[in-house]
C-alpha cells in the first residue's frame, strides 16, 4: 500500500515543486527589514501632521503594506503554492465581511423618537 | 524530488516521515498549510477585538483620538521595530538550518527570543506608567471629563488587544527558545527543519497583529 | 495467514482496529482516527443524554400553565443546560468528529488523518471543555439562554458564567483542530486517482463544514473571552452603561452562531447524499450542483446573521441586506432537497432503517427549511420573535434534520465500523416511532408559536396548555425511540450477525475494506471509481 501508492504518486508528479527547498539569498531579507523600518518611521512621522481622516487612511495603508512585505518575504508566499495563498487571504476576506457587513448596521442606525 | 523506495523506508525508520505520508514533501506541504489554516483562526480570533475597535472608534471619534494621545508614543514605535526586526531574525534562522549552519540559527532563534523578551519588557514599562497615571479600568480608573467613557472604552480595548497580543509573543519567546535550545544540540538539519518554519509562520503572524494595533492605538490624534 | 478477498468475513477476526490492541490505555493514547471516531461517539452519546434529561424537565414543566415541576430561575437552568450542551457538546461535535474521523480517511484511501496526535488532542479538548460545563450545572447551572445575551451575563446574572464560557471555549478550540486537520487531510491525502469530483459527498460535506469550522469558531471564543473579562473586571465594550453596544455582543456572537448552524447541518445532508443513492440505487442526481451547493451554503451562511437581530435595535436597513442574503442562502439547500428526490425518482427504492431516516430528514429539513424563510422576512418576524415559532423551526432542522441524519448515518455505517448487523426490524420501528413522536412534539410548537406564546418563559398563559400537552406527550414518545437504539445497537455488539465487508452493496472505498478495517485501513489498495457509481458493479 504505501509503495504502490508513493509510486503512483511519483508518477503523476515528476515536476511538482518542493517550496521548502528555496533558498532566499540573504540581502532579500535585509532589504525588506529595511523597508519595513522605513515605512514604520514614515507612519510615526506622518501621525505628527494634522491630514484628518487622511492620518488614518495613510497608517493603516502602511500597515497593509509591511503586512504583504512580512507575508510575500518573511512567509514565503512568493513560492508557495495557490492553496497557501489562498488560505492566507482567506482570513483577512473574512474579517473584512464580519467588520463590512457589521458597519451596514452601525452606520446606517437612525434615532427613532418615542411617540410620546 | 522523488525519493526512491528504499529512501522512504530510511525516512520512516528514522523518524522524519510520519506513516500516514507517502513523501516528504507531501508532509511538509500539509504541515505548511495546517500552519496556515491556524493562523487564518488567529487572524478571526483577534479580528473580533479590532471590529470591537472600529466599532468604539466611530461612536467616540474624538474620545479615542484624546485616549490615544495618552499611550507612550516612543516607546510603541521601537516596539514595532523590534518586532519587525525580530521577524527577519527568525526568517534568517530558518535559512540557516536549510544550508545546515546550525550555529548561527541557535543565534538567530536565540536573537529572536530575546528581542521578544525586549518587546514584553519595554510593554510592561507601559502598562507601569499607566497603573501610575489611573488608566486601568476596572482597577484603579480614575478620569472625568467629557471624555471620560471613550478614554475608559479605549484603555479596556488596548488592555485586551495588547494582553492577548503579548499572551501570543511570550508564548512565541518559549517556543522559540526552546527551539534554539534544540538547534544548538543538533535536533535540526537540512532533513528535519518544518518545526522551526512553522514557528517562524506563528511569530510572523504575532508580528503582523501588532502592525495593525499599533497605528490603531499609539498614531491616533498625535496631531492634534 | 488467512488469505483476504473482497468478501472476507469476520466472525472471529483477522486483525483489525478493534482488537490489535486491547485495554482502556490503548483506546486513551491511540492515534487511530477510527478509535477517536469511537471515542466521540461515547462522548457525544453522554452528553445526549444529558441535555435529553434537560429537555425531560423541561417538557414536564410545561404540562401545566403554571408550572408545578421547577421554579422560574430553576427553569432558566434548565433550557440554558439543553441548549449549551445540545449546540456545543452533541451536534457541532456529532457528524463531523464521530462519521467523519471514522470515515474521512477511508473514502479517500488514505491511511490516517493529516494529524492524528491533534486529533486525539481534539478529543481531549472535547472532553475537557464537557468537565468544565458539568461542573457548571453541579454549582447551580447557568441562567443566561445558551445565547449568552448581554449586559445579563456580563453584569446581572448571578449564574455560573465563567464556568460554561471557559468549557465552550475550550471544546471551541476542539472544533477548530478537527476542521483543520480535514481540510489538511482532504487537500493532501487523497490517494492516486481520488480527483476532487470523484469524491463522495460526504468528504465534500466534510470540507465544507470544516471551512465553516475554522473560519467562524475563533471569533466565538474571542467573543466569550470578551464577556469573562467583562465580567470579571466590571468593565468591556458591551455594557451600555459604560458606552458600550450589547448589539456589538450579538452581531459578534451570531457571526459565530449562525454558521454554526450550517456546521450541524452540512454534514447531515453528506450523509444523507450517501445513504440515498445506496437505497435507490442510482447515482446522485446533479453531483456537481449537490457539490456547488454545498460550498454556497457554507460561504453565505456567513452573511446572514443579522436575521437573529430584527427586533433587537439593529439599523433597518441592515436588516433589509440581511433578509435578502437569508432568502438567497435556502436557494442551495432548495437545489438539495430536488436533487435528493429526483435520485429516488426511478430507482429501485428498499426501505432499510438507514433509509427511513434519510427520507425523514428530507421531509422533516424541508419543512423546517421553509419556516425559516418565513422567519428571514423582517415583517414576519416581528411577531415570531421568541416565539415558539422559532423554537419549533430550529428544531425541524436540528432534530428532525441533523439528529436523524446522525442517527441513520450511525445504522449505515454500524457493519462497517464494528463488523455486526443489527436486528433490521427494531431498527425500522424505531425511525418510525422517531417521525411520529418527533412531529408530535414539535408541530404542535408552530401553531403555539403563530397563537403568541414566547419562548424561555416558565409559565404561559391557560389557552396554550391543550398544544403544550401534546407536545409532551410526543416528547416521551421521541425520547422512547432515542432509547431504542441504543438497545438493539448494543445487543448487536454481543450477538449480531457478522456483516461482510459490503452488506448494502453500496460503493465507496470504505465498503472495500474489511468490516471492521485493520488500522492502516486497507489491506490491499482500493480502486477508485466515479462516486456513486450504482450502474457498475462494486470491485
Known amino acids: 500500500m504505501n509503495t504502490l501508492a508513493r509510486e503512483v504518486r511519483g508518477a503523476h508528479e515528476q515536476e511538482r515543486k518542493d517550496p521548502g527547498s528555496h533558498i532566499t539569498p540573504v540581502w532579500h531579507y535585509l532589504a525588506v527589514l529595511a523597508t519595513l523600518l522605513a515605512l514604520l518611521t514614515l507612519s510615526a512621522i506622518s501621525a505628527l501632521f494634522p491630514l484628518g481622516y487622511w492620518n488614518t487612511i495613510v497608517n493603516l495603508m502602511i500597515s497593509v503594506i509591511k503586512t504583504l512585505l512580512v507575508m510575500l518575504f518573511f512567509m514565503h508566499e512568493t513560492e508557495a503554492r495557490t492553496l497557501t495563498r489562498t488560505t492566507s487571504a482567506l482570513g483577512f476576506v473574512w474579517l473584512a465581511i464580519l467588520i463590512g457587513i457589521m458597519l451596514t448596521d452601525f452606520l446606517a442606525r437612525s434615532i427613532v423618537p418615542p411617540p410620546w | 524530488m522523488n525519493a526512491s523506495v528504499n529512501e522512504i523506508e530510511s525516512l520512516r525508520d528514522r523518524g522524519l516521515l510520519e506513516k500516514q505520508f507517502d513523501d516528504p514533501v507531501q508532509q511538509r506541504e500539509a504541515a505548511t498549510l495546517g500552519m496556515w489554516v491556524f493562523l487564518s483562526t488567529e487572524i478571526l480570533f483577534f479580528g473580533v477585538l479590532f471590529a470591537s475597535y472600529t466599532i468604539c472608534r466611530i461612536l467616540y471619534p474624538h474620545g479615542f483620538a484624546y485616549a490615544s494621545r495618552e499611550t507612550d508614543f516612543l516607546l510603541g514605535t521601537i516596539e514595532t521595530g523590534v518586532l519587525l526586526t525580530s521577524s527577519s531574525l527568525i526568517a534568517l534562522g530558518v535559512r540557516a538550518i536549510k544550508l545546515d549552519q546550525r550555529a548561527l540559527a541557535a543565534w538567530l532563534l536565540a536573537g529572536t527570543a530575546a528581542l521578544g523578551v525586549t518587546f514584553l519588557v519595554m510593554h510592561g514599562f507601559e502598562y507601569h506608567k499607566e497603573w501610575t497615571e489611573h488608566l486601568i479600568p476596572g482597577l484603579n480608573f480614575a478620569r472625568g471629563g467629557p471624555y471620560a467613557r471613550a478614554i475608559e472604552l479605549f484603555f479596556c480595548l488596548y488592555y485586551f488587544i495588547t494582553g492577548f497580543h503579548s499572551l501570543h509573543v511570550l508564548a512565541g519567546v518559549c517556543v522559540i527558545g526552546g527551539l534554539a535550545i534544540r538547534v544548538a544540540r543538533g535536533a535540526f538539519g537540512p532533513e528535519r527543519f518544518t518545526t522551526l518554519e512553522l514557528a517562524a509562520l506563528y511569530w510572523h503572524l504575532v508580528d503582523i497583529v501588532w502592525i495593525f494595533v499599533y497605528p490603531l492605538i499609539y498614531l491616533v490624534g498625535r496631531a492634534g | 495467514m488467512v488469505a483476504i478477498d473482497a468478501d472476507t468475513h469476520i466472525d472471529t477476526a483477522p486483525r483489525n482496529f478493534l482488537n490489535c490492541e486491547t485495554g482502556l490505555w490503548s483506546w486513551l493514547t491511540t492515534h487511530d482516527h477510527k478509535r477517536i471516531g469511537i471515542l466521540y461517539a461515547i462522548g457525544i452519546t453522554f452528553f445526549f443524554f444529558l441535555g435529553g434529561a434537560a429537555a425531560t424537565l423541561i417538557r414536564l414543566h410545561l404540562v401545566t400553565p403554571n408550572g408545578a415541576v421547577l421554579d422560574a430561575e430553576t427553569y432558566n437552568k434548565a433550557f440554558t443546560f439543553h441548549g449549551v450542551v445540545m449546540v456545543w457538546f452533541f451536534l457541532i461535535p456529532s457528524i463531523p468528529a464521530t462519521l467523519g474521523n471514522f470515515l474521512l480517511p477511508l473514502m479517500i484511501g488514505a491511511r490516517d488523518v493529516a494529524f492524528p496526535k491533534l486529533n486525539l488532542a481534539s478529543w481531549y479538548l472535547y472532553i475537557i471543555g464537557g468537565l468544565f460545563t458539568i461542573c457548571a450545572l453541579l454549582m447551580g447551572g447557568v441562567d443566561t439562554g445558551w445565547t449568552f445575551y448581554t449586559p445579563f451575563s456580563t453584569m446581572f446574572s448571578n449564574s455560573n458564567v465563567f464556568l460554561v464560557i471557559v468549557g465552550v471555549f475550550v471544546t471551541g478550540f476542539s472544533t477548530i483542530f478537527t476542521g483543520l486537520n480535514f481540510i489538511v487531510t482532504i487537500h493532501n491525502l487523497r490517494m492516486p486517482g481520488m480527483k476532487w469530483f470523484k469524491l463522495p459527498l460526504f468528504v465534500w460535506a466534510m470540507y465544507a463544514v470544516s471551512i465553516v469550522m475554522v473560519l467562524a469558531t ?316 450504482y450502474d457498475q458493479p462494486a470491485p
Open chain 3, 218 to 533: 475563533p471569533v466565538l471564543a474571542m467573543t466569550l473571552a470578551l464577556i469573562g473579562l467583562e465580567r470579571g473586571l466590571g468593565v468591556g465594550v458591551f455594557d451600555p452603561a459604560l458606552g458600550g453596544d450589547p448589539l456589538l455582543f450579538q452581531h459578534l456572537f451570531w457571526f459565530y452562531s449562525h454558521p454554526a448552524v450550517y456546521i450541524m447541518i452540512l454534514p447531515a445532508m453528506g450523509v444523507v447524499s450517501e445513504i440515498i443513492p445506496c437505497f435507490a440505487k442510482r447515482d446522485i442526481f446533479g453531483y456537481r450542483f449537490m457539490v456547488y451547493a454545498l460550498v454556497a451554503i457554507a460561504v453565505i451562511g456567513f452573511l446572514v446573521w443579522g436575521h437573529h437581530m430584527f427586533v433587537a435595535g439593529m439599523s433597518v436597513y441592515a436588516g433589509l441586506v440581511f433578509s435578502i442574503l437569508s432568502f438567497l442562502v435556502a436557494v442551495p439547500s432548495a437545489i438539495k432537497v430536488f436533487n435528493w428526490t429526483a435520485t429516488l425518482h426511478k430507482g429501485a427504492i428498499t426501505f432499510e432503517a438507514p433509509m427511513l431516516y434519510a427520507l425523514g430528514f428530507v421531509g422533516l429539513f424541508m419543512l423546517g427549511g421553509l419556516t425559516g424563510l418565513m422567519l428571514a422576512a423582517p415583517a414576519l418576524d416581528v411577531p415570531l420573535h421568541d416565539t415558539y415559532f422559532v423554537i419549533a423551526h430550529f428544531h425541524y432542522v436540528m432534530v428532525g434534520g441533523s439528529v436523524m441524519a446522525y442517527l441513520g448515518g450511525i445504522h449505515y455505517w454500524w457493519p462497517k465500523i464494528t463488523g455486526k448487523l443489527y436486528n433490521e426490524a427494531l431498527a425500522k420501528f424505531s425511525a418510525i416511532l422517531m417521525f411520529c413522536g418527533f412531529n408530535l412534539t414539535f408541530f404542535p410548537q408552530y401553531v403555539l408559536g403563530y397563537e403568541g406564546m414566547p419562548r424561555r418563559y416558565a409559565h404561559y398563559a391557560p389557552q396554550f396548555q391543550v398544544l403544550n400537552v401534546l407536545s409532551s406527550a410526543g416528547a416521551s414518545i421521541l425520547a422512547l425511540s432515542y432509547l431504542l437504539p441504543l438497545a438493539y445497537l448494543g445487543w448487536s455488539l454481543f450477538r449480531g450477525a457478522a456483516a461482510g465487508n459490503n452488506p448494502w452493496d453500496a460503493r465507496g472505498l470504505e465498503w472495500q475494506t474489511t468490516s471492521p478495517p485493520p488500522t492502516e485501513n486497507f489491506f490491499k489498495p482500493p480502486v477508485v471509481q466515479d462516486a456513486y457509481a
